[in-house]
């Protein structure tokens, strides 16, 4: 699973969007306003399934999401 795709789930499941594809334009474009130096398609790499689902579960139905540290935690 990609790494906008695990944002956009959670942003989802918190009731800040209503599709993932809205959540997910949502996503990319924070990433381009706070790293314009940076590549999103570089950055939006898979991450393991398994990892995908913790976070997502961890996540839970956050009252609050900061995507800009969100997006920044899964940098590597």
């Not at 209503?18 to 999103?40: G, M, W």
Request: aromatic residues 10%.
């Amino acid at each position: 699973m990609r790494k906008s795709n695990v944002i956009s789930i959670c942003l989802v499941n918190s009731n800040f969007f209503n599709k993932t594809e809205e959540a997910e334009v949502a996503v990319q474009n924070i990433f381009k306003t706070e790293f314009p130096n940076q590549s999103f398609h570089t950055w939006n790499s898979n991450i393991p399934d398994a990892t995908a689902k913790i976070i997502i579960k961890k996540c839970g139905r956050a009252s609050r999401i900061n995507v800009k540290k969100f997006i920044e935690d899964l940098w590597e």
